[in-house]
């Protein structure tokens, strides 16, 4: 069974760091891409990066840039996002999500797997 389980989630103030983690089970990584969404209260899911797991490949949300990093470990199965200097527009429910490139780096609705978010908040 495939699983991806999203942790790290909680309240901070602006300016502070959260670091999210997505553990994987049921598939391994290996030409994968690995999206970090995020959904605001009242607002249509966003996309904030999109990762290739075989070459590092990262796309970020013009809103995210600078601030938050995506990585992520194959041998542990598990993707990350760094997230420094939140803003309270940052937060909102972020969910991990994968699906095999086949060649090609698309993070969107269309994701294979998805987790079930973990709840970021961001107080000023």
């Known amino acids: 069974e495939v699983q991806l389980v999203e942790s790290g989630g909680g309240v901070v103030q602006a300016g502070g760091s959260l670091r999210l983690s997505c553990a994987a089970s049921?598939?391994?990584?290996?030409?994968?891409?690995i999206g970090w969404f995020r959904q605001a209260p009242g607002k249509e899911r966003e996309r904030v990066s999109c990762?290739?797991?075989?070459?590092?490949?990262?796309y970020y949300a013009d809103s995210v840039k600078g601030r938050f990093t995506a990585s992520h470990d194959s041998a542990k199965n598990t993707a990350f996002l760094q997230m420094d200097s939140l803003k309270p527009e940052d937060t909102g429910v972020y969910y991990c999500?994968?699906?095999?490139?086949?060649?090609?780096?698309?993070?969107?609705?269309?994701?294979?797997?998805w987790g079930e978010g973990t709840p970021v908040t961001v107080s000023s």
């Open positions: 999500a994968a699906k095999p490139t086949w060649g090609l780096l698309l993070c969107d609705d269309e994701m294979t797997y």
């Open positions: 990762t290739s797991t075989f070459d590092g490949t990262t």
């Open positions: 049921g598939f391994t990584f290996g030409d994968y891409a």
